[in-house]
């Protein structure tokens, strides 16, 4: 990636504007253009201004992951369709034989692909708690090559110290991933953190406006920048231009988003804790949270997302409360300016056998938000009336 001055010296505001991206040399167009074309006309064989077919690269392309490099402190970004593509490239630079070892509180298609799309081609996984680090040094084989860690995870918001994971994985020769698809590297950046490499759907907040797929992979090991741009050639999970283009757009205002996201939530998350009808509330911005203390120390603030139960195991009164809300739309996905809510059980972790998401704690009637940027008292007042409800 290129650098100039101001990505030497700025802070994280000044790089989400400007970080990977400079005037048009054509026409002074102060954003990035949509290069909407699939190849690049050369001089004479060989001869070609940094591109040769967009496949492997393209400038808008370019320009977002010299972005989303800056942002999470890494040497490269190599941006991908979307986040399971991202996901899909790591794992494909694995072999057969290889072992992968993993949380059992993950988005669910992490947990898919690892189980249903690679195990039949000879790549195992394990899947255990990470808040328990005997557990995961329990679950370490000879053949374990990737640690897939995801914090705050998905959808308990348990936090996962990922410099002790890193230190235990390195001790063991084993790399680290780190999907930072819900704390953004706004909050947490796990390759300072000790991490290999980090992992985005920008589909969510970085994006952060539900209106487009994509993914990225962020990494300063020239290994795996090699791995995983052969990927893109030879597997071509590419992002369209007018995709890098509306992502680029939206990390420009990602510190400013997330302040509101976490300020809405940390409100919102005392507002469900007080109230007589719920019962457990999943967010480690609250005191007694158990991962509390350390997103204190990983994070800068606590995040958009929070998961809650009523104080009745009902699954009636939970889907009345998920079909309730009049401001929360009742949808997958998250981290846009809008807020969800969202039924994991049927939702984003249907493809998780029941058995094995009750042993994780992950109830049937599990109830999981993405707070939005709206005014905080229409999203209490929201929820209040749906609780009312049931
Ligand atoms: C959405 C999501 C993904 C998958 O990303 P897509 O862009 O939907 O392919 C991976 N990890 C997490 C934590 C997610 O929320």
Excluded at 238 to 248: A, E
């Amino acid at each position: 990636m290129e650098s100039t001055s101001i990505e030497k010296t700025a802070r994280f505001g000044t790089l989400a504007v400007h970080a990977g991206q400079k005037p048009d040399a054509a026409t002074g167009a102060i954003m990035t253009p949509i290069f909407q074309t699939s190849t690049y006309v050369q001089e004479a064989p060989g001869v070609h201004k940094g591109h040769e077919y967009a496949r492997v690269s393209n400038p808008t392309r370019t320009a977002l992951e010299g972005n989303l490099a800056t942002l999470e402190g890494a040497a490269q970004g190599i941006a991908f369709a979307s986040g399971v593509g991202a996901t899909d490239a790591i794992v494909k630079s694995l072999r057969p034989g290889d072992h992968i070892v993993s949380s059992n509180d993950l988005y669910g298609g992490t947990y898919r692909l690892f189980r249903q799309v690679y195990e039949p081609f000879g790549i195992a996984s394990s899947f255990v708690d990470m808040t328990d680090l005997a557990a995961v040094e329990q679950a370490l084989r000879p053949e374990t090559k990737l640690m897939w860690i995801e914090t705050p995870t998905n959808p308990l918001i348990r936090v996962v110290d990922i410099r002790r994971l890193s230190d235990l994985a390195h001790a063991h020769g084993i790399d680290v991933a780190v999907d930072n698809t819900f704390a953004t590297p706004y909050l947490q950046q796990p390759l300072a953190l000790g991490a290999d490499l980090v992992v985005h759907s920008t589909t969510k907040y970085l994006g952060g406006h539900s209106d487009v797929i994509g993914g990225a992979v962020c990494t300063s090991h020239a290994d795996w920048v090699e791995k995983l741009r052969f990927q893109i050639k030879s597997t071509g999970a590419v992002p369209g231009p007018m995709d890098c283009f509306l992502t680029l757009r939206g990390t420009k205002t990602l510190h400013l988003r997330m302040e509101r996201h976490c300020a809405n939530a940390r409100r919102l998350a005392d507002f469900l804790d007080a109230h007589p009808k719920v019962g457990s509330v999943y967010y480690p911005g609250l005191p007694g949270d158990p991962g509390h203390e350390l997103a204190r120390a990983q994070m800068r603030d606590f995040g958009g997302m929070i998961s809650f139960t009523l104080t009745d195991d009902d699954m009636d009164k939970a889907l009345a409360v998920l079909s309730g809300t009049r401001v929360f739309s009742l949808a997958e996905s998250l981290g846009g300016v809008e807020s969800l809510i969202g039924h994991p059980a049927t939702m984003t972790h249907a493809s998780i056998p029941r058995e094995e998401r009750l042993a994780a704690g992950l109830s049937d009637t599990l109830i999981r938000l993405s707070v939005g940027i709206e005014d905080i008292e229409d999203l209490i007042e929201d929820l209040d009336q749906a609780l009312a409800g049931v």
